[in-house]
Nanobody, 121 residues
């Protein structure tokens, strides 16, 4: 049974940093990513790592995604956080690789339950 467990969310002041981690069990996933959803908004792509590494324009230069293939984990280092980064962050994984549609939620096989990130002004 596949399980995704996220950790690292919390409350931070604007300009601060948080590191999110997600551990996947059950099998190997060649694509691992992060999405987020703010109240009243649709779920949006944040970052993914597959054949290459991909970032949303809104987080490029501030967030860094990484993975440990041996442990089947993915992390998201978030620096220079802004109030608009406030959202529930979801870990998502896919068995296969993605290179052109990494931002599409429908292409991911499994999802974590989400972890809250709140950035105060």
């Amino acid at each position: 049974q596949v399980q995704l467990v996220e950790s690292g969310g919390g409350l931070v002041q604007a300009g601060g940093s948080l590191r999110l981690s997600c551990a996947a069990s059950g099998t190997t996933f060649n694509t691992m990513g992060w999405f987020r959803q703010a109240p009243g908004k649709e779920r949006e792509f944040v970052a993914a790592i597959s054949w290459s590494i991909y970032y949303a324009d809104s987080v490029k230069g501030r967030f860094t995604i990484s993975r440990d293939n041996a442990k089947n984990t993915v992390s998201l280092q978030m620096n220079s956080l802004r109030p608009e980064d406030t959202a529930v962050y979801y870990c998502a994984v896919r068995k296969g690789y993605l290179s052109g549609n990494y931002y599409r939620t429908q292409l991911y096989d499994y999802w974590g339950q989400g972890t809250q990130v709140t950035v105060s002004s």
